[in-house]
């Protein structure tokens, strides 16, 4: 069975880079037709997707935020990883790192999610 | 972009009625990129159904999802008391590849 599991950054401040990880267990992240997933999800809000990654290591980004992200991946210790720079309040979310589908788009395995708030 | 909207915003109904969710498009949609999602709170959203009809694993046969271009809906034929949960759908398209609906909160009347 697939687990995904989110590390990282607690409290980040304002103007400051938020930092996670995401621990893929059960299955090679180096295998298949999938898109390794940031997704994320402001407190009592809807679900935004943040980007994701290839195996092929091509990575696709929501243009709302490209210009602040990054994805990468770490094939030895089987993770990825998500950097999003100059944070303010409203990137104050639970973010989820997931698998997806290379082929139909869809997220099969999620992590549980983690709170990232963005505050001095 | 490709714009999702849900109705209804939230929807209220009993046990053992029937649930019926929309999921529009600003434009067309292959059928096959549209999936939908349940959420229950302070847990990661279940992948219930991709392709707009196919029920991913373990997914009861009480959720069924269909529809074409631009208009979806995800049906629940009869609701059990762990289905109260907010509903969201996901297409897979062209920039930005990825977009969500707003959700559908289904609450117990």
């Known amino acids: 069975q697939l687990q995904l599991q989110e590390s990282g950054s607690g409290l980040v401040k304002p103007s400051q880079t938020l930092f996670l990880t995401c621990a893929v267990s059960?299955?090679?992240?180096?295998?298949?037709?999938?898109?390794w997933t940031w997704i994320r999800q402001p407190p009592g809000k809807g679900l935004e997707w943040i980007g994701y990654?290839?195996?092929?290591?091509?990575?696709y980004y929501n243009p709302s935020l490209k210009s602040r992200v990054t994805i990468s991946v770490d094939r030895s210790k089987n993770q990825f990883s998500l950097k999003l720079t100059s944070v303010s309040a409203a990137d104050t979310a639970v973010y989820y790192c997931?698998?997806?589908?290379?082929?139909?788009?869809?997220?099969?395995?999620w992590g549980q999610g983690t709170l990232v708030p963005v505050s001095s | 972009e490709i714009v999702l909207t849900q109705s209804p915003g939230t929807l209220s109904l009993s046990p053992g009625e029937r649930a019926t969710l929309s999921c529009r498009a600003s434009?067309?949609?292959?059928?096959?990129?549209l999936a939908w999602y349940q959420q229950k709170p302070g847990q990661a959203p279940r992948l219930l159904i991709y392709?707009?009809?196919s029920r991913a694993t373990g997914i009861p046969d009480r959720f069924s999802g269909s529809g074409s271009g631009t208009d979806f809906t995800l049906t629940i034929s009869r609701l059990e008391p762990e289905d109260f949960a907010v509903y969201y759908c996901q297409q897979y398209g062209s920039s930005p590849p990825i977009t969500f609906g707003q959700g559908t909160r289904l609450e117990i009347k």
């Open positions: 392709a707009a009809s």
């Open positions: 990654m290839y195996q092929s290591g091509s990575t």
């Open positions: 059960g299955g090679s992240i180096s295998s298949g037709a999938y898109s």
């Open positions: 434009q067309s949609v292959s059928s096959s990129y």
């Open positions: 997931a698998r997806g589908s290379a082929n139909w788009g869809y997220f099969d395995y």
